[in-house]
């Protein structure tokens, strides 16, 4: 089974926490249906994407990183890549990638979808990523390790976190409900 294969499984298997994340799943599903390269990067204007919001092993505090490029806080996340044999280990390997931290796990369901459109990604104009996200969590606390992608990386209290964008603070709602169910 490819990349493709797997996320259009994984989408069309998923249960939508409401509404909203149900009209994205659908969207998603349609553009994987009609785009054979539309995991790809190189599929323009519109790609899936995967990341990872990585949670403290009790919930209380989420590590993100002020992008580079964005100049925002995000969760870790990226292009998928050809080794990537399924979104959540695409998920994995940019947490792992952008955080420097080892022993990440990463809940095989999508935990959130956000679509959004990046102007800086692509030098053939603006894309849309289509961004399936996963809920990724330690054993124990650690120091992470900036990487050329951000310019910082820090823990915060979910009650403290650098943004008021309602798709991230969604994302962390239901990532912490995801938490309390494993």
Known sequence: MGLHADALGVLEGWTAPDAAQEAWRREYVDHLRAEADGVWKACFPTHLTAGALVLSADGSRVLLNLHRKAQRWFAFGGHLEPGDATLAGAALREGT???????????????????????????????????????????????????????????????????????????????????AQV
């Open 97 to 179: 990638e952008e955080s420097g931290l080892q022993g990440l796990r990463v809940d095989p369901e999508p935990v959130h979808l956000s679509s959004h459109t990046v102007e800086f990604c692509d030098p053939r104009g603006t894309v849309r990523h289509f961004d399936v996200r996963f809920l990724a969590r330690l054993g124990a606390d650690a120091d992470p390790v900036v990487s050329d992608e951000s310019l910082d990386v820090r823990w915060f209290d979910v009650e403290e976190v650098p943004t008021d964008e309602q798709d991230m603070l969604d994302l962390i709602r239901l990532a912490r409900a995801r938490l």
